[in-house]
């Protein structure tokens, strides 16, 4: 399974996971052959990019999802209600957004093993509740990393699927400009902490420490950040792993104005933020729930040799199972074979490969995107 752009995409490739357009509407259902026309038209209505199911390595383990994918569907319906009935109606279901959020966190206390591979592809409308489920469900398993008790999991998953709740006040225009923004555009856009707090503090059934996650979220370790500028310590803990959260799985989603970064990219830009805007305590926890080297990626091992990720394991998330291709010489292997790294302590990843080697390998096939 890999994740390919959707220029990239040819006619007779099979989806891999079902594309989805709000709960109920299936754009690609997962076996889907691909034609020109079913191209097109998820081109046009915004998809940027389609898992597509492995042809060259058809024994790839192909990677579970950490929650279910109903209950994913279902969270981000109820996210997409619960934004619409606080904008129209002032209104919001404070005990069914608690009750979804213990569902989730049900979910992942089960499934503690299972490391993040999977992206979730969504039309660009969708993005804001696609992403809080994603935020949710990541600051949920950062939790659990740092041992923290049901009631503040509960607490901390609330605030995490509210905290880009102010954004229902801001004129979508602004929200979803491409570039170009002016500066009383982007003083508004930063407002969304301030009217997410204003509307989630007044529920008695709310944790007022869920609240201040929307307020705080975008405040930044170095004291960068909006809307107080609060720094280090100061910021709620709460509110520091949702920014990491946030942060991650922003640069994982195709914006209007830029196409995904990859989870190797993704994970190096965090490192880079990791003590200078983000507490890099809780990088280190996301992180540590993250496969580094998903199914499907390319990396070379310390013998020169190139190979293809077939299968994670969270004790040992260095440590993938992969099938060489390449030797090391350069020379594409006529027969493959399978590694287990966790069974050989002298070899290692040395790195993932990135574009430009791919090219230079010519191993375009394996990677297409
Ligand atoms: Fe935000």
Redesign the pocket.
Known sequence: MRRIKIKHLKPNMVVARSVYYGNAHVLAQAGMVLTVDAIKRLDELGIASVYIREQYVPETVEPEDVIPEKVRLETIEMVKASFINLHDHLKLDINRVASIVNSIIDELLASDDILVQLTDIRAFDDYLFAHSVNVCVLSIMTGITLHFDKARLTELGVGALL??IG?TKIDSEILNKPDDLSRQEFDEIKR??NYGFEMLRNYADLSLLSAHIAFQ??ERWDGQGYPRGLRGESIHEYARIVAVA?VYDALLADRPYRPSYTVNQALTILERMSGVYLDPNFVTALVSNIAIYPVGSLVEISTGYIGIVMEVNKVVPTRPVIRIIVDNTGRRLSRTHMIDLSQFATIMVIRALNGDDIDKLNLREYVLA
């Open positions: 905290h880009d954004k969304h902490t979220h975008h946030d």
